[in-house]
């Protein structure tokens, strides 16, 4: 075996493969037999013979040695020509490369398709929480309907404190960066960005085709206010920010997938309004087996290794049964794309909290205007005046996302209307 | 394919395996070839083509045209002697049969292992929710230190409905018969013994050895009344029939299991207390991963046929590879037996309810009486007086179970004591 990149997840994965007492017998069958790094004279945790450690990557990915290739770089590149060269000289792939997979899992699909290799990326989605592969084996049997997930720690975790009332967004954010919850740069968290690479590869499986990244929205949890959290918390709901892959139905047929990112007001009872701090959580619906739901450590050197160690050991006794013929359930023969409906096509509950100026009959105009595009409203709160402004409240019944937004655009050119700081979708 | 039973989980599988359409494709390689069942001449949910329902299940299970026996008859025999046959023939299996397991899996293992053959048994334990394969496989690095689990949905039902208020055991209980949540004669559920049927398998799968079952512990939800859910809930816990399976440590070295089902406060903020209804979830706790947890429907014909037929797809996929070597980590080599603790060694904390005479000094006795014995208290709580008897409800810190029994025997001996209706364990 050849490991790419050493370091929390290589170090974690490392230490594990070495630590084989009370662990599987197949472990004995494993040879972690070059490790690549950028620099070599840096200290290092782990123990390894000398010549293990090596910081020529490309000449790991031909070795003739090497059977299989444990990429733990991170990144696009050079973890993309480095997994496709590997594949090209037969090496099976293991990953926890999430951003690889969702932005080019086609291509490295496809090569490995025809070079007949595995690439088995469990730790890529939900840390050590297994998922990848009970959704390939487990649930293999099923249509499946909904994806629904919480698959960024370092989101939930903020929201969890904001609900828990420790404070405005900012603080919580630098909290958890101190904490090592957050990154130094925590935009891709913070922005959708990492949960949507994570639903666009488990869209891609659950719906048995490839996605196209780009056309997966993703919303960010910046707009999440204390004011929002305790009007949900009243309403009977928490903010959580879910990544959903959805089949939608038309005339009782599959139509296109609904992929998508964003924080959403989830009703307290839900499965997944519980899941809080860094835990993920991804609970799937399909037929027949209803709902089932995954939860666990979304990330962490150990989780993370948990997930590489054990795709490792699945990977070996596959490859001890027959190393040419590989097992069907295992492979990803993605052979369409999926098609996505865009978001303005998306049906679904908003919650919308709008400050309005001070005059008494705002809440008439405003059910006026969403009537005229077809949208209900489920509840309407109203808070007394501040400082010349009220704030209100709604809940809307079922719409479709472009009919409110253009209600919502009617309202907001309304003269008593001050502003619309947040709106959110309810599950 | 032979298929030994058409009752409801049989009848849902061959539902689910002839409606292929948007599933599995692997779908297409499997043939129902024999279905074997006790009364020919019952009306049958499914059409089959002729001669393909039969009664003699003993032709089946040496049939040479049938590669896999799908055991769906439940209970003990003729399944084991058609099992071990089919066994003895070469053939693969796959059962969802807890009661055959856990009391006979020694056999059946050692009998699979001489032959070659795979046993497959996802259904066997938490209806539809992903467990064994993910224990086998996605947690396969792992060492396991606890499963913690509500495994049985029919008493998982009743406690919730008493905690909602629905009404006592007896109340509850013939709703759940009428609703098909409970059998007709649900002692199994009941009691406890479906429980440690399922947590004596995840114990022996998660600890790598057999389990005698009649070293499991087991005690049913029978004395949890109302009014214990109500003193639980005011002191922050609800009531669980968990079934626990853990390795205690000694001197930090692996010592004895514990493996018990027995009703539990649970601390209301644990992951297992808002486990509702008739639904499952296993908890697992092992290193490196931290703590994972699936849930799902625990029973019901879909959720368990989603469970069976997965087990054929990936049967049929391994197969496929090669159907002479067989995948190691599927198999199960359990050369030893796992030694348990008694009960009377387990640590733990216990609520107890004790009803006392009318007399001031009785709670400074009781402090007496159990200090003697090394019981200290967490918390006490004492009510007014109701015909001339008062209720004491203590929470104990940890403590030795034989301890606390000695404690209690001595203080149900106190004159002033009425009577101890309730003990329970406190996670």
New interface residues.
């Given amino acids: 075996m050849g490991i790419l990149g050493l370091g929390t997840v290589g170090t974690?994965t490392v230490e594990?493969l070495l630590d084989s007492t009370?662990?599987?017998p197949?472990?004995s069958e494993i040879e972690i037999y070059r490790v690549g790094v950028r620099e070599l004279n840096k200290p290092r945790k782990v123990k390894l013979p000398d010549g293990v450690i090596i910081n020529d990557l490309n000449a790991i990915v031909s070795d003739p040695q090497v059977d299989i290739i444990v990429e733990l770089i991170g990144g696009v590149e050079p973890a993309r020509s480095l997994v496709l060269r590997a594949i090209q000289f037969g090496k099976h792939i293991i990953t926890a490369n999430k951003a690889l997979i969702s932005r080019f899992g086609d291509e490295i699909f496809t090569a490995a398709d025809q070079a007949g290799v595995y690439v088995m990326l469990?730790a890529a989605v939900g840390g050590?929480?297994?998922v990848i592969?009970?959704l390939k084996?487990?649930?293999?049997?099923?249509?499946i309907n909904t994806v629904t997930a919480i698959i960024n720690g370092t989101t939930n975790y903020i929201l969890t404190q904001m609900q828990m009332g420790s404070g405005s967004f900012d603080d919580v954010l630098t909290d958890a960066q101190n904490l090592g919850y957050a990154e130094a740069d925590p935009s891709a968290d913070i922005d959708g960005l990492d949960a949507a690479d994570k639903i666009a590869i488990l869209a891609s499986l659950a719906f048995n085709g490839r996605i196209r990244l780009e056309e997966v929205y993703y919303e960010g949890i910046c707009k999440v206010s204390k004011i929002d959290i305790v009007y949900a918390e009243k309403l009977g709901f928490v903010i959580k920010l879910l990544a959903i892959a959805q089949q939608d139905k038309k005339d009782n047929l599959?139509a296109p997938l609904s992929v998508r990112v964003h924080p959403t007001l989830v009703p307290k009872e839900h499965?997944l309004a519980?899941i809080n701090g860094i835990y993920n959580a991804i609970l799937v619906e399909?037929?027949?087996?209803?709902?089932?739901?995954?939860?666990?450590?979304g990330a962490?050197?150990?989780?993370t290794?948990?997930?590489v160690?054990?795709d490792?050991?699945?990977m070996v006794?596959?490859l001890?049964?027959?190393a040419q013929?590989?097992?069907?359930?295992?492979t990803w023969k993605l052979h369409k794309h999926n098609e996505i409906t865009p978001i303005e096509e998306l049906i679904t509950r908003f919650y919308a909290r709008i400050l309005t100026r001070d005059e008494p009959s705002v809440v008439g105009k405003l059910g006026t205007c969403f009537g005229k595009y077809g949208v209900s409203l489920e509840s309407v709160v109203q808070t007394g005046f501040q400082d010349k402004l009220a704030e209100i409240v709604v809940v809307t019944h079922d719409v479709r996302e472009g009919d409110f937004r253009q209600a919502l655009k009617e309202i907001e050119s309304l003269d008593t209307i001050h502003s619309t700081p947040s709106i959110f979708r309810v599950l």
């Fill in positions: 974690g594990l009370g662990r599987n197949l472990l469990e050590g929480i297994p592969r009970p084996e487990s649930l293999s049997i099923n249509r599959p499965p519980s399909g037929e027949p087996i209803g709902q089932v739901m995954f939860f666990g450590p962490g050197a150990g989780a290794a948990s997930a160690s054990s490792i050991l699945n006794a596959e001890k049964i027959s013929t590989l097992n069907p359930i295992l």
